[in-house]
C-alpha cells in the first residue's frame, strides 16, 4: 500500500487518540457556530489546513471519482496504520477532507472499519450538502473503508 515516489507531506493526523475522540471534538468545535455561514467559513478554514500533496501525486491514479471536484487521496501504510493525504480544488471539500481524515487517518484498518461517520449527523452536514457533495463525501468514505478492508484482508 506504500505509494513510492515524492515523500509525504506531514500530516496532523491523528489529533486525538481516538477516532470517537476525533467525532466528539468535531461535534463540539461546529456547536460553537450559530448558523451554517459560520460553520462553512470553518470548513473552509479546516481545509486550509491540510498540506498540499505533491504534483507527482495528483494524478488519475489518486483521483477520487464521485466527486464533482478534483479530489486526490493517497493511501499509506498497512493494517496496523494507515495514512490517508488528501487534497482538493474546492475550499469546502478540502474542509470535508479534514474532516475525515481527522477521524480516520492514523488509524488501524480495524479502527476504521469499526467507525461510522457519526459526526456527519452530529453536526447536521448531511443537511446542510448539495447533492454533488454529498455523492463525493459518500464516494471518500467508501474509499477509506475499502483501503481498511483491503489492508486488514492482506496478512
Known amino acids: 500500500m506504500s505509494t513510492a515516489g515524492p515523500e509525504a507531506p506531514v500530516s496532523p493526523f491523528p489529533m486525538e487518540p481516538t477516532p470517537a475522540a476525533a467525532q466528539a471534538a468535531i461535534a463540539e468545535e461546529f456547536g460553537f457556530f ?18 498540499d500533496l505533491p504534483a507527482a501525486w495528483k494524478t488519475e491514479e489518486h483521483r477520487l471519482l464521485g466527486c464533482q471536484s ?5 493511501p499509506q ?6 495514512d490517508f493525504h488528501a487534497i482538493s480544488d474546492s475550499a469546502i471539500v478540502s474542509g470535508l477532507l479534514f474532516l475525515a481524515l481527522r477521524v480516520y487517518s492514523g488509524r488501524s484498518a480495524a479502527e476504521i472499519l469499526a467507525t461510522p461517520p457519526d459526526y456527519i449527523a452530529a ?11 454529498s455523492n463525493g463525501l459518500a464516494a471518500l468514505l467508501a474509499f477509506l473503508q475499502d483501503t481498511a478492508r483491503r489492508a486488514g484482508d492482506r496478512p
Request: aromatic share 10%; proline share 5%.
Open 77 to 82: 501504510g498497512d493494517a496496523r496504520r494507515l
Open 123 to 133: 453536526i447536521g452536514l448531511s443537511k446542510h450538502l448539495s447533492p454533488t457533495r
Open 34 to 51: 450559530g448558523d451554517w455561514s459560520e460553520r462553512y467559513q470553518y470548513l473552509i478554514d479546516l481545509g486550509r489546513k491540510l498540506p
Open 70 to 74: 478534483k479530489v486526490w487521496v493517497v
